[in-house]
Each structure stands twice: as structure tokens, then as C-alpha cells.
């Protein structure tokens, strides 16, 4: 109720403030995830009435990063434009690719999210994680991993993350590495590498059908729509991960226009056209309001870049 | 498989789908022309329009789209030596030649009709074996598709032939080095990127194909001094604009077009393949199998050094539709954003498509029928127009080729770095073909030099860093026997012609 009051509220705002066009910055190619979750919102918001008009833009380069310069950019003559971002950008500021980082943007909010998961093949003997963790000690060779980033991004860095909160060393890990989640997935059914480290919704048609097995998942608890998968919790390890999807404005926007983003983003995620689109692309909701979204990034960027740290991509101290 | 057929037919046959195909299917083709627009970005422009259009007429759209930007994809490199898309560099190995002695017209009808008997050929095999073929896509693993690239580069010696050797695996071996530039998948770390973020995604295919190939080709003209006003054209218009294949050709042609599109075809289903692979596959098999004398035409205009990729990269694309309908993985770019496209539609790909959603599944293989016998009349009459394109005055036609190859290249990436790149590549091409290094072996080991790394990167991995995977696999062990087969036969080919002469 008084969360309603607060949208209520914030909704007069945003009618007196006027949030008449949102122009979306995507920092990759037509088709892609961030292209098609920015574009979504987008239509979403107009449709819902939340926003006059919305525009888009793609900026691709450099993993992203060229979009992110754009942005900065921006800093103290625009405030209409929101960039789409996930997981990437922790990954890629940490390791210094890019020369910025979250920090230097104003986080508006996290929206959706994948978790990652592990997953064998329907006929493999290994029947969970221990089983994984079992052969890994016996030899850290046996256990190749399959994923669909290079090594020191997403499906590596996830598993690896698993791995060491299982009390493993990390560096060990003979990761498989694939240009795409499709890459590795289709690697994977002919059956190279032993467990495939990818994102639920690539694999999840493939779980259903018995096909791949999903042995864990890195929610913090059983979800929905896999509700026969454990959790690393469950097994006793001490590992969550959400790779993320939210927006992100120009530097040094005003606060309260910074709240209205955040506020209106919210609202969307109530509405049923928004609820259609989410259910199709097989996406969670995952809303963090801007407070809550810097928490977030400055947790996964510790976590990411002491991980980093041990498995020698970065010096200690070099952070 | 008849009922699916039919409910394809009915849905196909539906006025607003047929429009749909013939709509896509135009709007590709010129889409494709255009030096640097490819067929993802062609997809890619289409996904908005079909926001609410029902799955099967998206996907009908978006397969028209598809096939057209293919077929219009070789003209850029028949006519201008300009690949917009690695699928078609293979084309301008002998396309463009031909186009230089006079018979633009002739390489563009041969293209057409290699694009289309391929493309018909493949969606017949589609047709019949879809589900079927699933098994095949999943044949192949990464030593495979390793030895697979390593006989795909044996095209290269259609460009050391010549007394040129040397120079020809030089330019080879800078091509496998510019591949390396960039993020090294299984270390993650920079390589040759100085520290700049321009770099760090790699040099892309299509500023490198550009650079070497169009700017080049239209500087070096420039050097000839063809642009003085009294040098005269070399061919008369009419020729340039004939469509006439002769008899002989065309008895030529036919059994390079059953064999290119049925290898081509295979290559395409593999997800770790695709068409380029597929094409520099049949234009090396072409070659090989090709009478000595025939053989050394390869490089300068030859009707089977033409007619094999054009069969082949069409039959690959069509092909490619067979993991991305039957098991839901995309195996090139373009299927990727087909496959994002489908989800947004709200089906669900993966082996549950050709049960739950067949209406989408029958419904693009029937399209790819019409599609093809669309594409062939609405090209076959506009070639003359098109080829004449070539007839255009040296002075204009030059700037227009360096105008469009660049703002190709920046209108993908909006990103001056690129083109300040692509001059010091078109420079640097200038001095190698002035001391008479090929371009064709260099972009040819820079495109499979990356896929041949990440392949070879996993094959270390999962065999413990062993070769064993090369008498393992058969599938390996067939390839490397064709390949010892394929760069032996001509020495020992050579060493006998010498005894008996000696």
C-alpha cells in the first residue's frame, strides 16, 4: 500500500517533471539480448502510456564499451538517454578493458536477469554437483567445462565462482571455451566437454525435454519454472549469481530525474503488456531500484575482481 | 511429412505471405548489393517491421530477406571486387576477373543461376530429411571442423599457380596473423590491441575485405592511369550487358552445380561451419577435380571457378536453416538473430519446433521454393541494367566505389577508427600486389584463421593438449586422408611429369 502510494506519487512527478521521450542506447548490434530487452522496454512503456515516445540507438564496439563512452559524454547536456547494460560491463571495467566502469555512469536500475547453471547431458553418469566436484578432485582434468564466453568472462566466471565457494581451486578448471551460448550449446549435444556452464534460458527446452539435465543453479532459491533444479545452496555452497540486465543514465543526471527513471521502470514491470513480453523471452524480473542497483554492482564488482585476482588475471593491488 | 508439406503450401500461398516473400526477396537483393550491408543487417532491419505479424509470416519475411541479400551479395562482388559478406569472397575470385574482360553480364547470369539452381537443390534436400539431418548437424566436433578449415585452406593454391609461390603463402600467413588481433578466447587476454578498445573485438572481416579488395582494386587502377581521359574502355556496352551463357559453358556448369550444392549443403547444416567454409570448400574441390588445363583459368575468369561457391554458399544458407529449425541453435550470425526474432514471436525453438509450431517449419521451407523462383526472374531481367554499372566512366565510377566501400564500413561501426584502419590496410594491400602478392590467399587465411584458432584451442583443451584426436575421430581421420591426398597429388603429379620428361 504504501508502495502504491509512493508510485502514485511519484507518477504526479513524473507528470509535472514530464518524461516525454526516453532515447535507449544500445551498445551492441541489432537482434542481440540488449537489443531486444531495450527495445522491448521501450515499446512497453509507450504502449503502458508511461513515456510519449521512445527512441533507439546501437553503438556497437568494443564489447560495449563504445557505447559507454558515449555516454559519458552525454554528462551535463543529456538527460533523456538511457543505456541498456549487463553483467559485461563489471567484467570488462574490472579487468580494465574499459578504461570506466559503472562508477562513472548513474546506475538507474537492474530489471531482468538470468541465472547461470551447469548441465550435463541426459545420458551422462554424473548425477549433481558433488558428483562434479567428486571427479574434479580425482583429477582436475576429467572435468572439462563448456561455455559460451571467452575464458575470464560470463559462463567461465560463473562456474569458476561455483568452484571456488566449493572450496576448488579455480585456476585449475579446464574450460572449453565457444564464441556464443548457440556455439556451445551445440558443441555440447555433440557431445564435447562433460558440463556445460551457460544461462538458464538458453538451455531450459532442453532440460524439459530430458535431453540436457540442469544439475544446478546459481538462484538463491528453487525458481518457478525449473522447480525440479537445486540450487548451489541446497548443496551446502555458498554461490549466487545473477547475470543481469538494467539501465544505466549519463553521468551527473539530476537526482530526482535520476528517481523518476527508476520509479517509471518499476511501474512497467507491473503492467500486463510487460508481463507478456517477459514471460515469451523467458526472462526474470529481477527489479532493483537505483539505491539497491549500486549495492549490487559493488558487490558483484568485489566479488568479480577478487575471483579475477586468483585466477591470475589481475594482480592483487592492480584494482 | 505430406500433411506438412500441404500446411506449408496453404500457408505459403496465402496472397499477404506470397507478398511477404516477394517483398523480402526484392528488399534483400538490394540490401545485399550494397557493399557492406550483409545479410544480418538486412534481418536485422526487418525485425521491427514484423512486430505483430503471426510466427510463420515473420519468418517467411525474414527467410526472403535472407535468401535475397545472398543473392544480391554477389553482385557488389562480381562487379566492384567489393565482398560485402565473407559468403560471397569466393564469387570475386573469378567473377570479378570475368567482369574485367568484358562479361559483367555473363558472371552476374551464371551467379544467378548457380544461386538458384543451389538454392533449390538444398531446399529439396531440406525438405525430405530435416529432422533427419539433426543427427548430421551434431556429427561434427572441433577437431573436425579444425581439419575442415585446414582443407578449406587448400583453396589458397589456386592463387600460388601462378610461379607465385612464395608470395602466395606469405600473403596466407598475414592474413592467419591479422586474425589474431584481438581477445584470446581460451587465455581472455589482449592481443595486439596497443591498448586501445578499437581493437579489442578484432579487425572485422569486412573493413579488411574492403580494404584489400575494393580500395585497393580501385587505387591500383588509379596507379595504371586508367583514369586518363584517353584511355579507352575495353568492351563495348552491349557485351558487357549480355546475359548469353553458351552451351558449353552450361554443360560445364552442370555437374559443378550437383556436387557444390550438395557439399555445400552438408557444410551449411554443420552449426560450426557455414556458408564461407562452404564456398571455399567447393571452389578447392572444383579445382581439383578440374582437367589441367581448366585449372589454370581458376583466378582468371573461369565458368566453374564461378558457378562452384555461388552453388555452394547458397546451398550452406539453406542449409543452415536445418539446426536452427530442428534443434534450435543458430550456426551463423544471421540465424542468431533469426532465432532472437523467433522467440520474440513467442515460439519456442529446440527439437519441440517441428511438433509444436510446424506450420512455422513447412511454411519456410516452401517459402525458400518461391523465394528462389522469385528471385531468378527479378534478377535475370534487371542483370543488363545492373552490369552496366561497369560502363560507367573510370572517373566516376572509382570515387563511387571508394565512396560506398567506406561509408560501408562506418555505417557499421559509426567509429572513425575503422576508416582511418581501412586506409592504412588499402595502403599497405597497394605495396604487396605491387611486388605481387595475392589478396585472395590473405583474406582467405584471415577468415579461417579465427575459426581455425578457437577450433584448435578446444581441440587442445578437451584432448589434454594430445593429437590422438587425429586417428580417434574418424570424421578427422577421413578429412586429413583428403587432405594429404589433395596437397600431394600435384607434386607427385609434377615429380612424374619431370622424370618423364627428363
Given at each position: 500500500m504504501k508502495k502504491n502510494l509512493l508510485i502514485f506519487s511519484l507518477c504526479l512527478i513524473s507528470q509535472v517533471v514530464g518524461a516525454q521521450n526516453i532515447h535507449f542506447l544500445v551498445?551492441?548490434?541489432?537482434?542481440g539480448g540488449w537489443d531486444s530487452t531495450a527495445r522491448g522496454t521501450g515499446l512497453v512503456l509507450r504502449e503502458a502510456g508511461l513515456i510519449e515516445s521512445a527512441s533507439f540507438e546501437n553503438i556497437s564496439g568494443a564489447g560495449g564499451g563504445k557505447a559507454i563512452g558515449t555516454l559519458i559524454e552525454m554528462a551535463g547536456h543529456r538527460t533523456d538517454t538511457l543505456m541498456i547494460n549487463s553483467t559485461p560491463i563489471i567484467v570488462r571495467s574490472v579487468t580494465h578493458l574499459f578504461p570506466f566502469s559503472f562508477h562513472d555512469l548513474t546506475p538507474i536500475s537492474r530489471i531482468v536477469g538470468d541465472f547461470q547453471v551447469l548441465l550435463v547431458r541426459g545420458?551422462?553418469?554424473?548425477?549433481?554437483f558433488n558428483d562434479v566436484l567428486a571427479l574434479f578432485r580425482q583429477n582436475p582434468r576429467n572435468v572439462k567445462i563448456a561455455g559460451?564466453?571467452?575464458?575470464?568472462d560470463l559462463d567461465h566466471l560463473s562456474a569458476a565462482l561455483a568452484f571456488r565457494a566449493a572450496g576448488e581451486d579455480p585456476r585449475l578448471l579446464a574450460y572449453v571455451p565457444y564464441d556464443a551460448g548457440g556455439k556451445a550449446l551445440a558443441g555440447f549435444l555433440t557431445g564435447e566437454g562433460d558440463v556445460l556452464s551457460t544461462g538458464l534460458g538458453e538451455v531450459l527446452e532442453y532440460h524439459r525435454s530430458g535431453r540436457l539435465r540442469i544439475i544446478a543453479i546459481s538462484s538463491p532459491e528453487r525458481i518457478a519454472i525449473a522447480p525440479s533444479v537445486p540450487t548451489y545452496r541446497e548443496l551446502g555452497i555458498d554461490f549466487e549469481f545473477v547475470n543481469w540486465r538494467g539501465f544505466f543514465a549519463a553521468p551527473g543526471i539530476p537526482d530526482d530525474v535520476a528517481e523518476q527513471y527508476s520509479a517509471i521502470l518499476e511501474q512497467m514491470l507491473e503492467t500486463p503488456e510487460w508481463e507478456a513480453l517477459r514471460s515469451r523471452n523467458g526472462w526474470q524480473n529481477l527489479f532493483l531500484d537505483r539505491h539497491e542497483f549500486v549495492l549490487f554492482l559493488e558487490q558483484q564488482e568485489q566479488e568479480v575482481s577478487s575471483l579475477l585476482i586468483e585466477l591470475g588475471f589481475l594482480r592483487a593491488g592492480q584494482e | 511429412m505430406w500433411d506438412g508439406i500441404a500446411t506449408g503450401i496453404s500457408t505459403v500461398l496465402i496472397p499477404t505471405n506470397l507478398l511477404l516473400v516477394a517483398c523480402g526477396c526484392i528488399a534483400g537483393t538490394f540490401i545485399g548489393m550494397l557493399?557492406?550491408?550483409?545479410p544480418i543487417s538486412a534481418i536485422a532491419l526487418m525485425i521491427p517491421i514484423t512486430y505483430g505479424f503471426d510466427p510463420a509470416s515473420g519468418m517467411i519475411l525474414m527467410a526472403g530477406v535472407y535468401y535475397g541479400a545472398i543473392f544480391g551479395g554477389s553482385t557488389s562482388s562480381i562487379l566492384v571486387?567489393?565482398?560485402?559478406?565473407?559468403?560471397t569472397v569466393a564469387t570475386s575470385f573469378d567473377g570479378y576477373p570475368m567482369a574485367q574482360q568484358g562479361k559483367a553480364g555473363k558472371a552476374l547470369a551464371i551467379a544467378a543461376v548457380a544461386s538458384f539452381a543451389g538454392g533449390t537443390i538444398a531446399a529439396v534436400m531440406l525438405m525430405l530429411a530435416a529432422p533427419a539431418l539433426a543427427r548430421v548437424s551434431l556429427s561434427f566436433q572441433s577437431p573436425d571442423y579444425l581439419m575442415l578449415m585446414i582443407l578449406g585452406l587448400t583453396a589458397v593454391s589456386a592463387f600460388a599457380s601462378r610461379g607465385n609461390i612464395v608470395q602466395a603463402l606469405i600473403a596466407t600467413i598475414i592474413g592467419l596473423m591479422l586474425s589474431t588481433v584481438g581477445t584470446d578466447p581460451s587465455a581472455g587476454i589482449q592481443r595486439f590491441t596497443f591498448g586501445s578498445l578499437d581493437l579489442v573485438d578484432g579487425i572485422s572481416f569486412l573493413l579488411l575485405a574492403m580494404a584489400t579488395f575494393a580500395l585497393s582494386e580501385a587505387l591500383m587502377s588509379v596507379l595504371k592511369g586508367?583514369?586518363?581521359?584517353g584511355s579507352k574502355a575495353r568492351t563495348s556496352n552491349d557485351q558487357i550487358g549480355s546475359l548469353r551463357i553458351e552451351k558449353s559453358e552450361a554443360r560445364e556448369m552442370v555437374p559443378v552445380v550437383a556436387r557444390s550444392s550438395v557439399l555445400g549443403f552438408f557444410v551449411g547444416v554443420l552449426p560450426g561451419a557455414g556458408a564461407t567454409v562452404a564456398s571455399f570448400l567447393a571452389y578447392g574441390m572444383e579445382r581439383a577435380l578440374a582437367p589441367i588445363q581448366e585449372k589454370l583459368r581458376f583466378g582468371k575468369g573461369s565458368v566453374r571457378g564461378l558457378t562452384a561457391p555461388e552453388t555452394a554458399n547458397n546451398a550452406a544458407c539453406t542449409g543452415s536453416f536445418v539446426p536452427l529449425l530442428t534443434l534450435g541453435i543458430p550456426g551463423s550470425g544471421t540465424t542468431a538473430v533469426m532465432l532472437g526474432a523467433l522467440i520474440s514471436y513467442g515460439v519456442q525453438p529446440g527439437p519441440q519446433l517441428y511438433q509444436n509450431n510446424p506450420e512455422v517449419f513447412w511454411s519456410v521451407i516452401i517459402s525458400m521454393y518461391i523465394g528462389n523462383v522469385i528471385l531468378l526472374i527479378l534478377n535475370l531481367p534487371l542483370i543488363p541494367y545492373i552490369a552496366r554499372l561497369l560502363a560507367l566512366p573510370r572517373q566516376l565510377l572509382i570515387p563511387l566505389i571508394l565512396f560506398f566501400s567506406l561509408i560501408g564500413v562506418y555505417l557499421v561501426s559509426f567509429n572513425t577508427f575503422d576508416i582511418y584502419m581501412m586506409t592504412a590496410f588499402a595502403i599497405a594491400a597497394i605495396f604487396l600486389r605491387l611486388f605481387g602478392y595475392p589478396m585472395a590467399p590473405l583474406i582467405l587465411g584471415f577468415i579461417l584463421g579465427g575459426m581455425m584458432e578457437d577450433n584448435l584451442q578446444r581441440t587442445m583443451t578437451l584432448y589434454d593438449g594430445s593429437l590422438s584426436f587425429l586417428w580417434e575421430r574418424p570424421v578427422s581421420l577421413g578429412i586429413t586422408v583428403l587432405l594429404v591426398l589433395v596437397v600431394l597429388t600435384p607434386v607427385v603429379r609434377t615429380i612424374r611429369d619431370s622424370r618423364r620428361q627428363g
Open positions: 551498445p551492441g548490434g541489432a537482434g545420458d551422462s553418469p554424473i548425477r549433481d559460451g564466453s571467452v575464458r575470464g | 557493399p557492406g550491408l550483409g571486387n567489393a565482398p560485402g559478406v565473407a559468403g586508367e583514369l586518363q581521359p
